[in-house]
């Protein structure tokens, strides 16, 4: 018998390239290699004890049931605290909404705002899950080139010129994954005002904010008038060391709430409780894990970048945020040349550019969410492998 196959809309999904190299990394490791891993974006660092007690207790209370949708009504006050404090909004908690990891925002956004026919602008070099959302709800994926020359800032006059009458949503990442770039106050003004021009949403993904190495990262989100049209993505997993948590959260405009409600509704149902009861201890809680962590990531990519920076035929921007560096490395070969190079030739994992958009040819990525002795050991092995080339 004939079997269809899948839904042809299931091509336009994408993936998310650090897990496919991890698995190749995890392959060699099995076969004996030595593998300094440099590809995948989460902190080495346990969640704080307190944060784990919370959920623990939780679950000693037997929180283990449906919760409602939203989430639990002190995680989003806790949230709507947070932001106040942090960018000094006010934001109703009744515009919070609570996700199994910040990654369903995108999606929930995406469809709630854009269709056939709509323009979704979305950064490039940029998180490859961004423009597979688009692209699977059908609307046509914009990318907005990113430069070198520009710090790999957006440049609003280039975000205006390629808005049109279909522009629905515009996508801002800052701190940015893979860049580390961090938008000026000016810039953001600016691209409000382009956001208001043309009537478009904008998706601010905010997750790497707090990790800023030159004071407070700006956010989009306080900009004047932009809580009415921005939603704002943020989470647990990357400043609070939880990314196996899978705990995120959404900002919306009012006339969105309900609709993207109807989503978690029919994709989730709800956010576990007892991980929630840890959002709810991470926010009120010390912040002094997350400080300390901070300062490490500071110090790993003051080493790292200046340690490139001395390998002949390597550049690279110092990152102001995040935990990643983005070398160019075109005179080695292609990205995907020198990923696969480096990976089986020097046993250091790393990521193409071009698994970020395809104005990322030319540079890598790498995460220094990893100890200093390990980033030692990276660099000379890519210090070694350039010299051979």
């Given amino acids: 018998m004939q079997v269809r196959g899948m839904a042809q809309r299931m091509q336009q999904l994408g993936t998310e390239t650090a897990f496919e190299v991890l698995a190749r990394a995890r392959a060699l490791e099995a076969e004996g290699r030595s593998i300094v891993h440099l590809e995948i974006g989460e902190p080495d660092f346990d969640t704080a004890d307190f944060i784990r007690e919370a959920a623990k207790a939780a679950l000693d209370r037997g929180e283990t049931h449906y919760v409602p949708t939203a989430g639990l009504r002190e995680l989003r006050e806790a949230i709507a605290a947070s932001i106040h404090s942090s960018r000094g909004v006010l934001v109703d908690p009744r515009r919070v909404l609570v996700t199994p990891g910040a990654k369903p925002i995108m999606f929930y956004t995406v469809l709630a705002t854009a269709g056939p026919g709509d323009e979704v602008i979305y950064p490039d ?7 597979s959302v688009v692209r699977f709800a059908g609307a046509t994926a914009v990318p907005l080139p990113l430069r070198e020359s520009n710090g790999f800032r957006v440049d609003p006059d280039e975000l205006a010129a390629l808005c049109t009458s279909r522009t629905r949503l515009v996508i801002l990442n800052s701190p940015g994954n893979p860049t580390g770039a961090v938008s000026t106050d000016e810039e953001l003004a600016a691209i409000a005002r382009v956001a208001e021009r043309w009537d478009a949403y904008v998706l601010s993904d905010e997750i790497y904010r707090p990790i800023a190495y030159e004071g407070p990262a700006p956010s989009f989100y306080a900009q004047a ?18 990314t196996g948590w899978r705990l995120g959260f959404g900002v919306f405009p009012p006339e969105l709430v309900a609709g993207v409600e109807r989503l978690i509704v029919n994709s989730v149902s709800c956010t576990a409780p007892f991980v929630q009861r840890g959002g709810i201890a991470a926010l009120t809680g010390s912040q002094a ?12 990519r003051d080493f790292l970048v200046q340690a490139l920076g001395e390998i002949p035929g390597l550049h690279c921007l110092v990152p102001q945020g995040a935990f990643y560096a983005f070398p160019r490395i075109d005179r080695f070969g292609t990205s995907q040349e020198v990923e696969r190079g480096l990976l089986q030739e020097a046993g ?15 540079y890598v990525r790498l995460s220094y969410a990893n100890s200093l002795e390990n980033l030692h050991e990276a660099v000379e092995r890519i210090r070694r492998w350039c010299r051979d080339r």
């Fill in 125 to 131: 070099p940029g998180f490859p899950i961004y423009s």
């Fill in 289 to 300: 894990p997350s400080v300390a962590m901070v300062e490490a990531f500071r110090q790993r």
């Fill in 225 to 242: 008038g932009m809580p009415a049209r921005t939603i704002l993505l943020d989470g647990f997993s990357k400043i609070y060391a939880m």
């Fill in 348 to 362: 250091v994992a790393v990521l193409a550019g071009t698994a970020f958009g395809e104005a990322g040819e030319g």
